[in-house]
């Protein structure tokens, strides 16, 4: 079974990825862990490509192609062979990061972000977490925590509030997949909806393999 996380910066969703991980784990389920940006070497590497130096530094269409090209090395290397061994996926961030960062930042790109996913990824989660909550905590969040990839961060709370409605919007359109978990609680709370969810729904998908 494949599982995601997506939400806006500091939102939350590293940390409920890492605790979904570890309940699952103590269930008896073999889970692995993994992120984008990266998750694999060769993706790794671009990564700090993309999260690093100036924000202007690539076209709306090269990082599309950049994202794209991570994402590939990353199902190729380590998602596609986890799943085929049986194991459980749980990844921080997927296309649904590519469909609304890169699909609604600069203009509206989503077809070209859709055409590229069809081409060169095919692949969906089997259930997504979208956490939502309010920009400018989640901003602050993110802040606090600093580092040096403040790429997409810096683009500030408007940017930010545009790529939670955007979020929301995938949440409709994906139903099927996507269950919305209110990040203003208290992580705990949080972790348990996520957990109840993930472990109602991972029978039903070991029983389809
Ligand atoms: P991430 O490491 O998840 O940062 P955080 O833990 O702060 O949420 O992602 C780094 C940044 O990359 C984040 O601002 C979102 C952005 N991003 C995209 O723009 N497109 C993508 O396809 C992905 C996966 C991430």
Do not use: N
Request: net charge negative; charged share 30%.
């Amino acid at each position: 079974m494949f599982i995601t996380f997506e939400g806006i910066d500091g939102c939350g969703k590293s940390t409920q990825a890492r605790m979904l991980a570890q309940t699952l784990r103590e269930a008896g389920h073999d889970v692995v862990l993994t992120r984008e940006p990266g998750g694999s070497p060769g993706a790794e590497e671009i990564r700090e490509l993309l999260l690093r130096g100036d924000p202007d530094r690539w076209s709306a269409e090269t990082e599309i192609l950049l994202f794209t090209a991570a994402r590939r090395d990353h199902l190729e290397r380590v998602i596609a062979p986890a799943l085929a061994a049986g194991r459980v996926v749980v990844c921080d961030r997927f296309a649904d990061s590519t469909r609304v960062y890169q699909g609604l930042s600069r203009g509206d790109l989503r077809g070209l972000v859709d055409q590229l996913h069809a081409l060169m990824i095919g692949r969906e989660p089997d259930l997504t977490f979208i956490i939502d909550m309010d920009p400018e905590t989640a901003l602050a969040r993110a802040r606090e925590r600093g580092g040096g990839e403040a790429r997409f961060e810096d683009f500030g709370a408007d940017l930010q509030r545009r790529m939670r409605a955007g979020f929301l919007a995938l949440a409709r359109e994906f139903s099927g997949r996507c269950r919305v978990l209110d990040g203003s609680r208290a992580p705990q709370e949080v972790a348990r909806e996520a957990a109840a969810l993930a472990l109602a729904a991972l029978p039903a998908a070991e029983a389809g393999r």
